[in-house]
């Protein structure tokens, strides 16, 4: 890589192309990818159905501002308007995950007229400067502050703590239904239950940042479905264009009528929202969250089975799966790529995480769990 690059590749694998599950490099080694570069490829890498939406929007239409009505975009909202939780069928697209969080900040201090935000700790919501206010690792915040005010974080999963923290001041509770950089921790029953019922009470919004839990992942469309719940808000990014670069944010009524004068110049442009229209499509018409359901439990079944005393725990839902070691995820995610290829991502410093393409089949299963023994047991 150029000494010019201002961001230095940590992953010396050179990726040339990718195809289904697989990636490879500039030799032809084959990688098999169960990161999906952070969820973001759910239907696996080229899939036939965006790259084909991809290349006749291309041709047809590149880029137009949102102002002017594109077909491609208006199918891209229906299609994502469908499968919202309740009636969140008010879309708003972006470019990313951390705009699709800074944007509901946004929407719901404009809409309550209040500025507090409660959040959550080990929690992740992006890099921009209101989303990083609400991102709890000090690494992450530290170097950019000050940030945005009037944040304030709660340890996840407590119940109590949000109560208290709630107030008639707040805004919004921003949560994610899985934290997914914080380890893949998941809340203890009915606690995003009761943050419906404490945001209510208050009149803040609760904003549920699906970015790298939604479409599919966890076994339902959005993962807050589990619980049964319909939050003002939710965002979503990485997995909604197969690859590319697109969020999303889905809001109430109440919230897109009090959105205020937010926009952004590449909202919903043609070519990413043909990539959405296609992507979510192929989604739902294949069940894909059921597959992903059905091949999560198989996975962390035999992870269990084979690693059992060489790991702590391996949790998660679907196939957003934690996988928590005795020792250095970084070093196994390394290991894994080198000497076995396949590739999987740590999320702190002893939690390996899967996040393979929502495709896999149970003979890929069985080739990273072989793969993970061989490194881990």
């Not at 289904?20 to 890498?45: E, I, K």
């Not at 594109?70 to 199918?75: G, T, Y």
């Not at 400067?129 to 000050?146: I, S, V």
Request: charged content about 25%; overall charge negative.
């Amino acid at each position: 890589m150029s000494e010019h690059n201002f961001i230095h590749s940590e992953k010396p694998i050179p990726i040339q192309r990718g195809e289904g599950t697989s990636l490879y490099d500039r030799d032809g080694r084959a990688y098999l990818d169960f990161g999906a570069s952070y969820a973001c490829t759910p239907l696996g890498h080229c899939h036939p159905a965006v790259t084909g939406a991809v290349t006749d929007q291309v041709e047809q239409l590149t880029f137009v501002q949102a102002s002017f009505p594109v077909e491609a975009r208006e199918r891209a909202y229906a299609a994502l308007a469908a499968t919202a939780p309740g009636r969140l069928e008010n879309v708003w697209f972006c470019n990313s995950g951390t705009e699709a969080n800074e944007a509901a900040l946004k929407f719901a201090r404009s809409a309550t007229g209040d500025s507090k935000i409660v959040a959550t700790m080990q929690g992740f919501h992006g890099r921009t400067m209101g989303a990083l206010a609400t991102t709890w690792p000090k690494k992450y915040r530290e170097p950019f502050e000050p940030l945005i005010g009037d944040v304030e974080f709660v340890p996840y999963g407590d119940e109590a703590a949000m109560a208290e923290e709630v107030d008639d001041d707040t805004a919004a509770v921003i949560v994610e239904p899985i934290q997914g950089e914080g380890g893949i921790n998941r809340p203890p029953e009915g606690y995003l239950e009761a943050v419906r019922e404490i945001t209510g009470r208050a009149g803040a919004a609760m904003i549920v940042d699906e970015v790298q839990a939604g479409n599919g992942r966890t076994g339902e469309f959005w993962a807050v479905e589990h619980a049964g719940v319909v939050p003002d808000v939710v965002t979503t990014a990485k997995g909604l264009g197969n690859g590319i670069p697109v969020g999303a944010a889905l809001c109430a009524d109440w919230i897109a009528e009090g959105a205020g004068s937010h926009n952004s110049t590449f909202s919903g442009g043609p070519v990413v929202s043909a990539a959405v229209d296609a992507t979510v499509s192929t989604i739902v018409e294949r069940d894909l969250p059921a597959h992903a359901a059905e091949m999560g439990a198989y996975l962390m079944g035999e992870i269990e089975a084979r690693l059992g005393d060489a790991i702590r725990e391996v949790r998660g839902e679907g196939l957003l799966i934690g996988v928590e070691l005795k020792r250095g995820a970084n070093r196994v995610a390394r290991d894994l790529a080198i000497e076995e290829g396949v590739l999987v991502l740590p999320a702190g410093r002893t939690v390996v995480r899967l996040l393979p393409p929502l495709t896999i089949t149970e003979e890929e299963a069985d080739e990273a769990v072989d793969a993970m023994a061989e490194v881990v047991g």
